[in-house]
């Protein structure tokens, strides 16, 4: 078989603010020479190290390569918000939920993820901020939020699910904030620190393992092909030959040539404060550290955070459907002033409060929310395309690759070759014109909760 290029490398822009404030980070080795492994994974965020974490318990004794293409923690992984969600969560729709069977199965298979990073955290000695199991809540302002969340109880009544309402008293006493008109709290969900828990999972498995993950940093997959039973697969300084590859590398499997133009790519943007002094904390007051959701899924993310690197405010809005994968700085900035005012909105008692960090992340999404999942060629295994949830999804789908390459008939492979594949998109330019135009509709629906 002829020799592949990767046609578009990882863009981050914006400094990933969960990373920064964790302070100079482990610093792994550049992909350099000739060597060969058991298994090669491309891709060190959440799908990739789960993956890596699940063969060193079921293959412990392999030889096991994970390239990095940047800096562990400093792509979608650091990046995100850090919720991860046990209940039913699609972003694909103007609410939350599905059908009442699929949705218990997805809050099943949610909760084993969830434990698989509790197991991790607890045999990794990370600090109780990595992974904080806190609950969440859906925040709303207005009438059409309250219906939204009504619904959802509703529906998580039917599933046997606990939940709590919040008053806006309640949701001040929390928050510190008279934004918010009410709430519904819903204790399932963990809150993570996720540049430190990536890093820290990404260090246990390289120096707490006893046959050591080996683990390449700014070693990019730049082409592939291939050679008899097994695949040979470089980088720019470095020739890997591997039985086995699992591609984590989310919406760039369509870098690699497969699942084209059936991958949605996504781009959502946040800002973060700098670290609150305590005079400003006392001006709030509220609870230090606390997640919220919108009632619709196009609003506004907020959460405060306390631990490394000070006390601190986090707001994630707007939405941009971007097939180029990459996205401007300007774009970054512009979208940061939605951020402020966002911010003002909710904390006008915190005027003097700067933003330290601003940037952008990339999502992976199918138009029939399914995942981009199996043998794609022989020993080519992918667990990409999380649908914008790549705590869980993304922690679930590494496992079920390894648990597939292994032959270890798990629920979690089950469910995962049990969707159709990814549809295909309209041509461009209509998907991309369609999609930012639905993007649009939404957000302005959303109104408020933005």
């Not at 994974?41 to 412990?60: D, N, Q, V, Y």
């Not at 309250?146 to 599933?159: F, I, M, P, Q, S």
């Not at 512009?334 to 992340?361: C, I």
């Not at 992918?382 to 032959?407: H, M, P, R």
Request: aromatic share 8%.
């Amino acid at each position: 078989m002829a020799k592949r290029t990767v046609k578009n490398l990882p863009m981050n822009p914006g400094p990933a603010g969960w990373n920064e404030i964790l302070g100079p980070a482990p610093h792994y080795p550049e992909a350099d020479g000739t060597m060969s492994a058991d298994w090669l994974i491309i891709g060190g965020g959440f799908t990739g190290l789960s993956a890596a974490k699940r063969l060193a318990e079921l293959r412990g004794g392999d030889e096991i390569i994970l390239l990095e293409a940047n800096q562990i923690a400093s792509g979608p992984a650091g990046r995100n918000s850090g919720f991860m969600i046990d209940l039913p969560h699609e972003l694909g729709d103007d609410g939350y939920t599905g059908a009442v069977d699929a949705d218990i199965k997805q809050i099943n298979l949610n909760r084993h993820a969830q434990a698989f990073v509790k197991e991790n955290a607890a045999q990794y000695d990370m600090p109780d901020e990595a992974v904080n199991a806190m609950g969440r809540v859906n925040g709303t302002v207005n009438a059409s939020g309250k219906a939204h969340n009504d619904a959802y109880a509703d529906h998580l009544d039917v599933l046997g699910e606990a939940y709590r309402h919040m008053n806006a008293s309640e949701m001040r006493e929390m928050t510190g904030s008279d934004f918010y008109s009410s709430g519904l709290y819903m204790p399932g969900a963990i809150m993570l620190q996720p540049a430190l828990y990536i890093r820290a999972l990404a260090q246990g498995l390289v120096h707490k393992q006893a046959h050591p993950l080996k683990l390449f940093e700014q070693s990019p997959a730049i082409s592939f092909e291939q050679q008899g039973d097994s695949w040979l697969v470089e980088t720019p300084k470095a020739k890997i030959k591997a039985k086995t590859i699992i591609m984590a590398v989310n919406g760039h499997a369509e870098s690699f040539g497969f699942y084209k133009n059936r991958l949605m790519h996504v781009f959502t943007y946040a800002s973060m404060t700098e670290a609150l002094s305590d005079a400003q904390q006392k001006a709030l007051g509220g609870e230090k550290a606390w997640g919220i959701t919108p009632s619709d899924p196009m609003g506004s993310t907020v959460r405060r955070h306390d631990g490394i690197g000070g006390n601190r405010i986090i707001v994630r809005n707007r939405w941009t459907f971007d097939p180029s994968m990459a996205v401007s700085d300007a774009r970054i900035k512009a979208f940061g002033r939605d951020h402020d005012k966002s911010f003002t909105n909710r904390f006008p008692q915190l005027g003097d409060v700067e933003m330290a960090y601003r940037w952008s992340g990339h999502l992976c999404l199918s138009r029939n929310s399914v995942p981009a999942f199996g043998e794609l060629e022989t020993n080519w295994f992918s667990a990409c395309c999380q649908n914008g949830l790549g705590t869980a999804k993304g922690t679930l789908a590494g496992i079920g690759a390894v648990d597939l390459a292994t032959k270890a008939n798990s629920p979690i492979v089950q469910d995962l070759l049990s969707y159709d594949q990814p549809v295909k998109l309209p041509p461009r330019p209509l998907s991309t014109i369609g999609a930012n135009l639905v993007i649009k509709w939404r957000e302005f629906k959303a109104g408020a909760e933005l």
